[in-house]
């Protein structure tokens, strides 16, 4: 394996352990933080009828104007994604053989990866499932189980899963970017389950805040993030060990002899 992969892969080992390290010892602090203060703001735990009185979730908040927010969060999202396939497919620079190939990789490397990779998948189904008896079985929906949800507990709720997405999928991201696809198929396969992964958040707190239309973006986000991430771990596992010798690339317009 060259120098540069060897690289490329300490950096990515390298920046997950210290950010790994850091969001515990922050949220180590938070949790002694809050049982020296006995701060109910910052308690974690749901909230016991003796503290707190809940309120029926107002059913008025599905209107007219929240579904054209609603679609207007769809048009955000397909727009984004949309600018990202141009960008990258009118400044695409394919090489005929690359550099760095995941077959390439050493016996341990690929041990490694696929150990992680299978992990990462645990996390995405045990995400699913908390998801699904959080929504069906102690509360009867997402409407309710966002609207009785204190406002501290959303934003503890919104913080882990932002930073382990956004760990996750820097992970997975860097080995998927190294496949023997084209630029643009590659970008947009990528850039699909980190988007719907922060759109899934935002969802959250539009049901809480707005309307509970926006349920409907929960479901589509929950499936593309985890169809996408799915997708790209099959690609990996599959080009680094199964994939003997990578299909022709074709030389971009932009390449010169």
């Not at 490694?112 to 008896?133: E, K, N, P, Q, R």
């Given at each position: 394996m060259k120098i540069r992969g060897r690289f490329v892969l300490t950096c990515c080992l390298g920046i997950a352990f210290a950010a790994?390290?850091?969001?515990?010892?922050?949220?180590?602090?938070?949790?002694?933080?809050?049982?020296?203060?006995?701060?109910?703001?910052?308690d974690f735990n749901q909230p016991s009828g003796e503290k707190e009185i809940l309120q029926p979730v107002e059913t008025s908040k599905s209107a007219p104007s929240s579904r054209?927010?609603?679609?207007?969060?769809?048009?955000i999202y397909i727009f984004i994604l949309a600018?990202?396939?141009?960008?990258?497919?009118?400044?695409?620079?394919?090489?005929?053989?690359?550099?760095?190939?995941?077959?390439?990789?050493?016996?341990?490397?690929?041990?490694?990866?696929?150990?992680?990779?299978?992990?990462?998948?645990?996390?995405?189904?045990?995400?699913?499932?908390?998801?699904?008896?959080?929504?069906?079985?102690?509360?009867?929906?997402?409407?309710e189980y966002f609207g009785y949800m204190k406002l501290a507990k959303l934003i503890s709720l919104s913080h882990p899963h932002l930073f382990g997405f956004a760990l996750m999928y820097l992970v997975v991201g860097s080995l998927f970017i190294l496949i023997s696809w084209s630029e643009p198929v590659k970008t947009f396969?990528?850039?699909?389950?980190?988007?719907?992964?922060?759109?899934?958040?935002?969802?959250?707190?539009?049901?809480?805040?707005?309307?509970?239309?926006?349920?409907?973006?929960?479901?589509?986000?929950?499936?593309?993030?985890s169809a996408g991430f799915g997708l790209m771990t099959l690609l990996i596992l599959y080009e680094m060990w199964f994939l003997k010798q990578p299909p022709m690339i074709r030389k971009d317009r932009y390449d010169t002899v």
């Open positions: 790994s390290v850091l969001h515990f010892n922050f949220q180590e602090i938070g949790v002694v933080l809050a049982v020296e203060q006995d701060s109910p703001s910052l054209v927010w609603l679609a207007f969060s769809f048009v600018v990202i396939f141009l960008y990258v497919r009118r400044n695409q620079h394919i090489l005929p053989h690359a550099s760095i190939r995941l077959m390439d990789f050493p016996p341990s490397a690929k041990v490694l990866i696929t150990l992680v990779l299978l992990m990462f998948s645990l996390v995405h189904a045990l995400g699913l499932w908390d998801a699904f008896l959080q929504t069906h079985e102690v509360f009867e929906s997402a409407e396969i990528l850039a699909i389950p980190i988007l719907s992964a922060a759109f899934d958040v935002l969802s959250w707190w539009m049901i809480k805040m707005v309307s509970s239309d926006f349920e409907l973006l929960t479901i589509f986000t929950g499936i593309t993030f």
